[in-house]
């Protein structure tokens, strides 16, 4: 289980404010809540964001409220992962509920440039900079985490629990 | 085996003797909130789980707080929605709007005595934890979890570490709890207690009020925790007397106390004589600064109100500090009462004519423009102080408005000078 793609780059305390803005959250569509996703922190994020492409950024990522739209609007956005030394705990049980792929690794978020080439392996927890050639060590899934992100989500894996 | 105060509660509902920090235990919850933000999609996920019905219809708590009354269509149909559910599963703990026991999560949820000591509780909203303060604990999560517990009245969580706030002393002058949790977050930063527990403790604890206490614990997540968390006491219990009478005669509560010898990552130890007016600047809870040490900062609005000060205590402090007083001219000031109950008894003491004859508005219970939902949004360039809990870019409208957190006292005196000031800069 792979991810691949170019870097969209942020600092610290990324919160969920500037992640989906509060005033979009009367709709739970996560096609609408990505058209405005990062929107207050990089209005050109949408314009810009392909399929693949990751997020690394600075301590406590998704600081701030327990929406889950936060994990959604990146996920909808086509991110494939999110690197950052820690994140918010509401976000990171959302993020992994959300089936949303997210890496703890200082090094990496301090080393990867904006723009960089990023390639990381969710079984063996290696990030590889394909731009600087320098390759970061993040703690990998646990297995139940792996299968809940391949189930697309917590609801996915529930699911698909039940029928084996 | 020693244990934390919040260990030794999520022990008892995991039905083990002890855990430790970084275990990971699924454990039974007293109480499952969700709100019309969150709820919503809640509901999708509960229905994909094939559940038929809640776990217990007295345990889940659905309150419309944060775009009620129905702000626009989409709102408007994410609530019909909230109240569909709550019709079809007979949630008890469902207050429409109008309703005597409406108004914000974390205000309506302890006045409805559905909060007592020793309980373990998730809410899908950050701040879920303000119920803490009743020595309970409680912890925000998101929809997903909001949907597995209303289906199964269980979560997993991770036993969190600990940090121990030593409280010695008492808050002087104007000086309020909102002031106290400002000044930890601005000394540990927004990641300071990440994934771990706020364990206030000390002599100082008896002197701060029940609605000091539910500001303080409010706004843990403001600090990364994942609980704040105070000793059960007197006050504790004439509170649990007065909102919960049925829980305190049938004792259906569980004091716990965090043992002499358990263990914490960090010990602060904080005078509270020692604490001063604070100001959060623009754009995280963490930028404090002391009332007095910076430059003049111009206004265009007051918000007071909110899970965090929109108790019955904080409007009549307001209110005693606007009598004799207008706001200044060119100024806007909301006064949002945190509850139905807090309006009613407002106007009973003659609180909300106070506000009219200083020129604020008054408005129903909500959530309003805390979160940039409706209610008072600033224009780019517009600058707030509020005593809400957030002051992110973009928090409570346009990406270039700014946000000034303060308490209470701090943002009667700002909405009457015009600039951040305090109380004692009011003319006599």
Redo the contacts between chains.
């Keep these: 289980m792979n991810a691949k793609g170019k870097v969209f780059k942020y600092g610290a305390?990324v919160?969920t404010?500037?992640i989906i803005?509060?005033?979009y959250?009367?709709?739970?569509d996560p096609k609408e809540l990505a058209k405005h996703c990062m929107?207050?922190?990089d209005a050109t994020f949408v314009d810009r964001v392909r399929v693949g492409d990751i997020i690394v950024a600075g301590?406590?990522f998704g600081?701030?409220?327990?929406?889950?739209?936060a994990p959604v609007a990146i996920k909808a956005s086509g991110v494939s992962c999110v690197i950052a030394p820690?994140f918010?705990?509401?976000f990171y049980?959302?993020a992994i509920?959300?089936g949303l792929p997210i890496m703890e690794s200082k090094e990496a978020s301090e080393r990867i440039g904006d723009g960089d080439e990023v390639e990381v392996n969710f079984t063996t927890g290696e990030i590889k900079d394909l731009s600087s050639g320098e390759v970061f060590t993040a703690k990998p899934f646990p297995e139940f985490i792996r299968k809940i992100i391949e189930a697309d989500?917590?609801?996915g894996y529930?699911?698909e629990k039940?029928k084996s | 085996m020693s244990m934390t105060m919040t260990q030794k509660i999520l022990a008892k509902h995991a039905g083990l003797d002890h855990v430790v920090p970084g275990q990971l235990i699924e454990a039974k919850l007293d109480l499952v909130l969700g709100n019309d933000v969150t709820t919503p999609p809640a509901i999708d996920v509960f229905e994909k789980t094939n559940a038929t019905q809640v776990f217990d219809a007295a345990k889940v708590a659905l309150v419309p707080d944060h775009f009620t009354p129905n702000k626009d269509i989409k709102s408007a149909e994410h609530c019909m929605k909230m109240r569909r559910f709550a019709k079809a599963f007979n949630i008890e703990n469902y207050y429409e709007i109008g309703d005597p026991k409406m108004g914000v999560e974390h205000v309506v949820l302890p006045e409805n005595g559905l909060i007592a000591p020793g309980d373990a509780i998730i809410g899908a909203d950050s701040h879920t934890c303000t119920y803490g303060a009743l020595g309970a604990f409680a912890t925000g999560v998101g929809s997903t979890d909001l949907a597995c517990a209303m289906a199964t009245g269980q979560t997993w969580f991770r036993v969190p570490e600990a940090i121990k706030i030593v409280l010695s002393g008492s808050l002087q002058g104007h000086v309020t709890g909102k002031d106290l949790i400002l000044h930890i977050i601005g000394m540990i930063g927004v990641d300071g207690a990440l994934y771990q527990s706020m364990e206030f403790t000390g002599a100082g604890v008896a002197t701060l009020s029940m609605a000091d206490r539910l500001t303080i614990c409010n706004m843990a997540i403001e600090a990364g925790g994942k609980n704040g968390i105070f000793p059960v006491d007197d006050k504790t219990i004439e509170y649990l007397k007065k909102y919960a009478p049925e829980r305190y005669a049938a004792e259906r509560y569980h004091v716990f106390a965090a043992d002499e010898d358990a263990e914490y990552v960090r010990v602060i130890e904080i005078k509270l004589d020692e604490v001063q007016l604070q100001v959060a600047f623009p754009h995280l809870p963490e930028n404090t600064k002391v009332l007095g040490e910076f430059e003049r900062v111009d206004i265009d609005q007051v918000v007071i109100g909110s899970c965090t000060n929109g108790r019955l205590e904080d409007l009549r402090l307001a209110a005693s500090i606007f009598k004799g007083h207008k706001v200044k001219k060119g100024i806007r000031c909301i006064v949002l009462p945190g509850s139905q109950r807090v309006w009613k008894e407002a106007l009973r003491e003659g609180l909300m004519e106070v506000f009219a004859d200083a020129e604020c508005v008054i408005s129903a219970a909500t959530c309003g423009p805390c979160l940039g939902g409706h209610m008072g949004i600033l224009a780019k360039g517009e600058r707030c102080v509020s005593t809400t809990n957030r002051n992110f870019v973009g928090r409570m409208g346009h990406p270039e408005s700014e946000v000034y957190l303060s308490g209470v006292p701090v943002a009667v005196a700002s909405a009457v000078l015009g600039y951040i000031g305090g109380p004692d800069e009011l003319s006599k």
């Design positions: 305390n919160d404010d500037v803005p509060a005033r959250l009367n709709t739970s929107e207050d922190i301590p406590n600081c701030g409220s327990s929406r889950e739209h820690s918010a705990r509401i049980r959302n509920n959300m989500g917590l609801v529930i699911a039940a």
